[in-house]
């Protein structure tokens, strides 16, 4: 039983580039959640979904950052046109429902950095 | 807004000591609490959940409480090893909060041999 699975778990982008972040739920989990870990900084929310819908996106910057979770598939994070700013280490959760009974699984992360 | 504050933020002990690591919240209408493991550019390990309606929860030579009234929870870990060295992570999800954890900063715990 595979946990949260996130790839890459590096990738360097060059500013103006497309990063884009995959993140493949533990099975039988439909609830997966984004956040963001700058350096020397806590681990911040960006987005809830769940399968073709976006529940909770009050964390995303406004700009140049989306997320999706199609129906097959893993959930993709993708940050347009990336600035030094973005480098940080990106992190997936997911749970088997909304209420979070069971608590939160989080995956390796993925660790961007833009030069 | 829900604040969660942990202290200390380093703490480096000698092998075999029993020790405390304090998480404090400002919004006491938590929905759970679950403390976590971060080591060194690795992702996270939960240790423990703890639901709103529980004082403690154990699991090996952990020991977590949660006093809700006050806003503190507390991770005791007994009979500390080198292999516990890492960076520990308090979240709490707040009722009003939607699903989302709202993190603590983390205390980086180093064991000695």
């Known amino acids: 039983n595979a946990g949260v699975m996130q790839n890459p778990r590096h990738l360097v982008r060059r500013r103006g580039q497309e990063a884009r972040l995959r993140c493949s739920p533990m099975k039988g989990h439909s609830h997966v959640y984004w956040y963001r870990q700058l350096p020397e900084e806590g681990l911040k929310f960006m987005v809830y979904?769940?399968?073709?819908?976006?529940?909770?996106e009050s964390g995303m910057p406004k700009e140049r950052f989306s997320a999706e979770f199609p129906k097959e598939g893993p959930s993709i994070l993708r940050i347009q046109q990336v600035v030094r700013g973005d480098s940080a280490a990106y992190f997936c959760a997911s749970s088997p429902a909304r209420t979070g009974d069971y608590g939160y699984t989080f995956g390796s992360g993925t660790r961007l950095t833009v030069v | 807004k829900q604040e969660v504050t942990q202290i200390p933020a380093a703490l480096s002990v000698p092998e075999g000591e029993n020790l405390v690591l304090n998480c404090s919240f400002t919004?006491?209408?938590?929905?759970?609490l679950q403390w976590f493991r971060q080591d060194p550019g690795k992702g996270l390990t939960s240790l423990l959940l703890i639901q709103s309606s529980q004082r403690e929860q154990t699991s090996g030579r952990l020991n977590a409480s949660l006093d809700k009234s006050s806003g503190r929870s507390t991770l005791y870990i007994a009979a500390s090893q080198p292999g516990d060295s890492a960076t520990y992570l308090c979240a709490v999800r707040v009722e009003t909060s939607g699903s989302r954890l709202t993190f603590g900063e983390g205390t980086q715990l180093t064991v000695n041999p």
């Open positions: 979904l769940q399968k073709e819908n976006i529940i909770d």
């Open positions: 919004d006491s209408a938590i929905y759970n």
